[in-house]
């Protein structure tokens, strides 16, 4: 009755603490003020980021440049969904870049920057002098070998608790083997809770994105920022240590089988899961994925140990087995089925499984799993039954085998779950970068008699681009014309022709233009100044 009241209680507490709010993974920029490759007639006093979901603003996170690369003081502040950056009084005119960085509900980094023109855009701009970190690739393999090794550690501490509980209860172990097994047990544990410690820095300079360095920064460690992180390092040194202390008992300890349960379900209680909805059904998912990994990578690792000492008394290995084999067959469905429904749910859409690194790394994990399972199968319909009939010698000879089988699996598993330690740090649905600092643009200049003509493309790169282009004086004031201009568009193997353009201010004209080729395109600008005064100047832009 107590065990039931308890078991109630557990599963009453993981459903009500994952009943948080709703929130779709991987945050998305709506919308910005001023746009991408705006230009303002007047300087703006802030700037606005508008996200589909809410964002967490890590140290130095937006950031602004003038055309020359040189910082602005820029003071930003996140309201739900909304970011804000107050701008420094009295911009200049020119071409300014803003670059972002912030945290998604899933944990992951996200980033980009924003161009925008004041009066008229730069000749040139240069690429930000101290901007952030441009690759975010190395910090994201530690991060991934980190959580790995955290799932092993966990999961072989947490299933030895279980094995020593349940599995092996009532076999006769030797004091040698026993003490073998509390030792894996512990190291295992202790080993868990150092690299979750570990993990709370990697995680904190991760999502800032310092690089290295920022492992021995206190602003990694920012409970704001790492809050999650904390809370899973909290509960598995509570609930390991509560599973080490009674582990040595000779009766079993329902108590350290339920601090071993807290700990190796802490990744779910505050993981990536909760930022899918349904929240509570996804989150118990993603916990019973974790004590279904548990059970057998810690009962295979017992298996491994304890089958040797069995060899010659053939009823307590049979005994060991059976239970093993029986418990192993259901994780089986278990595990099956919660992987289905937590990639499925994530993942969002079936291409998404190609063309997406998690996709690829969850068919990779999949993969594994059905090695591990006709491991498994081959174990339990053909090396099994031979450990309980035939000849002695035999059935000794049956047991060394199912110990090399053992062995195989959980080598196995350890490679799943090196998968996995990667998998939860990639982005399910788009791939998150650094905020890296806007590429160099180098604006196109012509003179046709008193005027001049200024070109230049948006900075998001690729073929479907926005083409300005700005008429001045040679004093740089943009000058209304008679009419719009006819803007030409050709390389040197298509001639795009006229493209159609349109006013967005004072002499300035804007064309959205998909680009068949990369390379120089001409652009020819026919300006429209009087009734009968007609000059024509080009201009060369580059298209990446």
């Not at 868990?192 to 920064?217: D, F, T």
């Not at 788009?430 to 200024?454: H, K, N």
């Amino acid at each position: 009755m107590v065990r039931r009241a308890l078991t109630a209680v557990l599963l009453a507490g993981l459903l009500v603490g994952s009943a948080g709010a709703p929130a779709s993974a991987h945050a998305s920029l709506v919308s910005s003020d001023p746009a991408e490759g705006e230009l303002l007639a007047e300087a703006p006093d802030e700037v606005t980021l508008t996200f589909d979901e809410p964002v967490s603003v890590v140290d130095d996170g937006i950031r602004a440049y003038d055309a020359a690369g040189d910082p602005l003081d820029v003071e930003a502040g996140a309201r739900d969904e909304v970011v804000t950056a107050d701008l420094p009084a009295d911009l200049a005119d020119g071409t300014y870049v803003v670059t972002w960085r912030f945290v998604s509900s899933d944990g992951h980094p996200i980033a980009g920057s924003l161009t925008f023109h004041i009066g008229a855009p730069s000749e040139s701009v240069a690429p930000p002098r101290d901007g952030p970190a441009t690759d975010d690739t190395a910090m994201r393999d530690v991060a991934s070998i980190v959580q790995a090794l955290s799932y092993v550690a966990l999961l072989l501490a947490g299933g030895l608790t279980i094995f020593l509980s349940w599995t092996a209860r009532g076999i006769r172990l030797h004091d040698a083997v026993r003490r073998r097994l509390l030792r894996l047990q512990r190291g295992s544990a202790l080993a868990a809770v150092v690299i979750a410690a570990v993990g709370v820095a990697v995680s904190g300079a991760y999502q800032r994105g310092a690089g290295m360095g920022g492992l021995i920064e206190t602003a990694s460690l920012d409970p704001s920022l790492v809050g999650d992180d904390l809370t899973v390092l909290v509960l598995q040194a509570i609930g390991l240590g509560l599973a080490v202390v009674l582990a040595g008992r000779s009766t079993p300890s329902l108590a350290g089988d339920i601090g071993a349960a807290l700990a190796v379900w802490s990744p779910a209680l505050v993981g990536h899961t909760r930022a899918y909805e349904p929240v509570s059904l996804l989150v118990l998912t993603d916990a019973l994925h974790l004590s279904a990994g548990a059970v057998w990578l810690g009962g295979l690792v017992g298996l491994a140990v304890v089958l040797p000492s069995v060899a010659g008394r053939e009823r307590d290995g049979a005994l060991v087995l059976s239970r093993f084999s029986t418990v192993a067959a259901a994780l089986l469905a278990v595990l099956a089925v919660a992987g289905v429904l937590l990639g499925w749910r994530i993942l969002g859409s079936w291409s998404g499984l190609v063309d997406t690194t998690y996709g690829r790394l969850l068919l990779v994990k999949v993969g594994i799993a059905l090695v591990v399972a006709g491991v498994a199968a081959w174990n339990r319909y053909r090396l099994l039954p031979q450990v309980s009939d035939g000849p002695h010698e035999a059935r000794r000879r049956a047991t060394y085998g199912v110990r090399r089988v053992v062995l195989l699996e959980a080598a196995l598993l350890v490679g799943l779950l090196g998968v996995t330690g990667f998998l939860v740090e990639q982005p399910p649905r788009a791939e998150s970068g650094v905020a890296a600092p806007a590429p160099a643009t180098t604006v196109a200049r012509a003179v046709a008699g008193d005027l001049q003509v200024l070109a230049v493309l948006d900075a998001t790169g690729g073929r479907q681009r926005q083409l300005l282009v700005q008429v001045q004086d040679l004093g740089g004031e943009p000058v209304d014309l008679h009419d719009r201009p006819v803007v030409s568009l050709r390389s040197a193997e298509v001639d795009l022709g006229a493209v159609p353009v349109a006013p967005t201010g004072a002499g300035t004209f804007v064309a959205d233009v998909t680009f068949p080729t990369a390379g120089e395109w001409e652009v020819q600008v026919s300006l429209r100044v009087g009734e009968f005064e007609n000059p024509v100047t080009t201009l060369t832009v580059e298209v990446d």
